[in-house]
């Protein structure tokens, strides 16, 4: 596909009125080599745990995103900020979620003071959209948005050419108006105007697969280099999916998991992904081991993690259609693809996974159909998330690592490779600025930008093994976190810090805070001048 962007020579010439540079006439790297520039898309999977793809020593069928990391770099020590909220603020940003006014979750405007947790993109940054819509990219966006309800705050107010999705958070996959709290609105939006889905045969999954598909043939059609920003709501409850799908999973987990996380555990030493020095975490207390349930348990437990799986599944079946579709453009070989999940595998609504109103299951309703609502439970969070301890909301590995792929087959050349190096998803707006040799604003319509948080990853994507990007810090729900080199120190709301030494013991299990004090005391200062100067409650 010929790319309209010739002008990048003089970028700082046609950029629109209201987006000022920190460089004069720089000059793109791409336009004096006369190459094409990038197309970028961004996968966004919600609440899927750190070993759930295969890639990664899960059970779950992925191929698409297997062959993904297997003609590109497998990153082992990526992070996000937590929950969904934070996560896509500071990822569509570059900046930690305080920073984009997304401690929390998201509120109306008015409802709380601007600043930190105001609960909407704050005109203090800019999103990736916005940066790259600077300089000619066609940008669009499928899927979950969360970072702002009410206009002006939706994706086509922040850069995005096009949208379709849900503007705010977990619905029903089959029909949005219903499920719990069905009475209050989830809004749903095509561009700039509301939307109800009606189609027949509705699938959220495939939806945003489906509109996905269609932004990508825009951008062919306009002559463009394209950002397309793809976040599933898949696999975040309620469990809903094709009965199809949930079929293939149906027994697959009756080994329970106690013996599925022991199993993990020895793929993702085999392949390289953990350290076999790193024991595995201890099953959650409140887990009860799987051979106590009774066989009636049993099943139950394992057709709601066959419903997790195939709601994965389907999900990558999305994103095959994507690299399908990117084929036929032939624009596969110069599309810079990211991949990552917002937080860690999800611990909400009783151990063994139930609906919202604290039973097993919706009555006469079946289960993955739309007319259930049921979560997983700590119990399958627990293996989501082998071998590390916690869930989403902790800043402990367990709600923060991230499986994160890059596929860039004209610029990546060692194919299959496993990258060990911490980075953060703040480092993403950084690389994507970097590819694409743009200055990046200290003003944007009439507001002081902050500058970036993060670092380019380019070096890594170009096969340096380590570059100078050491520490990183969280706070979320009062749950906190500071991460330099090799130590983190990290506490739970409202508990006592500890401390590991995360290059001998990633899963957390061997608290250093006694004996390392004079180390710990160092960390924790520096936390504490980040949540000052960041505002962090």
């Not at 069928?61 to 900020?81: R, S, V, W």
């Not at 590995?397 to 911490?422: D, L, R």
Request: contains cysteine.
């Amino acid at each position: 596909m010929k790319k309209s962007i010739h002008l990048l020579a003089v970028s700082a010439l046609v950029l629109p009125a209201q987006f000022s540079c920190t460089g004069g006439n720089k000059k793109h790297d791409q336009a004096e080599n006369n190459q094409e520039p990038p197309n970028i898309i961004i996968i966004l999977a919600d609440d899927m745990g750190y070993s759930d793809l295969g890639c990664y020593g899960g059970e779950i069928n992925t191929p698409n995103l297997d062959k993904l990391a297997a003609e590109g770099i497998l990153f082992t020590q990526f992070y996000n900020a937590a929950r969904c909220c934070p996560t896509r603020a500071s990822l569509l940003t570059g900046l930690y979620p305080h920073q984009a006014g997304m401690g929390g979750m998201v509120k109306k405007p008015g409802s709380r003071p601007e600043g930190a947790y105001q609960g909407y993109l704050s005109n203090k940054s800019v999103t990736i959209a916005e940066v790259l819509k600077s300089v000619d990219y066609y940008t669009a966006a499928s899927g979950k948005w969360h970072v702002g309800e009410e206009r002006p705050h939706w994706p086509v107010d922040r850069g995005f050419d096009n949208y379709y999705g849900l503007i705010s958070g977990a619905a029903n996959y089959f029909d949005i108006t219903k499920g719990k709290n069905a009475g209050v609105k989830r809004h749903f939006a095509i561009d700039s105007t509301e939307y109800l889905p009606e189609e027949e045969d509705f699938y959220l999954t495939d939806a945003f697969t489906e509109n996905a598909v269609k932004f990508l043939q825009n951008a062919e059609i306009n002559d463009k280099p394209f950002f397309l920003y793809l976040p599933y709501t898949a696999p975040h409850w309620p469990l809903h999916a094709r009965q199809e799908d949930i079929e293939k999973y149906k027994g697959k987990f009756m080994k329970g998991w106690d013996e599925l996380r022991d199993e993990r555990y020895d793929r993702m030493v085999r392949m390289g992904i953990i350290d076999k020095n790193w024991p595995l975490s201890d099953r959650d207390p409140k887990v009860m081991a799987w051979h106590e349930l009774s066989e009636e348990q049993k099943e139950k437990s394992d057709l709601l993690m066959a419903i997790y799986a195939a709601q994965v599944d389907r999900m990558d079946q999305g994103i095959g259609k994507v690299l399908s579709q990117l084929e036929a453009m032939n624009e596969s070989e110069n599309t810079l693809i990211f991949f990552l999940a917002d937080n860690g595998g999800c611990e909400e609504n009783a151990v063994l996974g139930s609906d919202f109103w604290g039973n097993f299951w919706d009555g006469d309703a079946v289960p993955g159909s739309g007319e259930s609502y049921h979560s997983y439970g700590a119990a399958w969070a627990n293996l989501s998330n082998a071998p590390f301890r916690q869930y989403k909301k902790r800043i402990h590995e367990g709600g923060i690592a991230t499986p994160f792929i890059v596929n860039w087959p004209n610029k990546i050349s060692a194919k299959s490779s496993i990258n060990h190096q911490p980075g953060h998803i703040i480092d993403i707006m950084a690389t994507i600025v970097d590819i694409t040799n743009i200055d990046y604003p200290k003003t944007f319509n009439e507001n002081e930008i902050i500058p970036l948080a993060g670092k380019s990853m380019l070096p890594l994507i170009e096969g340096e093994k380590q570059i100078d990007n050491d520490i990183f810090y969280w706070e979320h729900i009062g749950n906190r976190a500071v991460r330099q080199g090799d130590w983190k120190l990290v506490a739970k709301d409202g508990e006592p810090w500890e401390l590991y030494n995360l290059s001998q013991d990633r899963t957390e299990m061997n608290d250093l805070i006694e004996s390392e004090t004079e180390l710990a005391a160092e960390l924790k200062l520096a936390y504490e001048e980040w949540a000052e100067e960041l505002e962090v409650k």
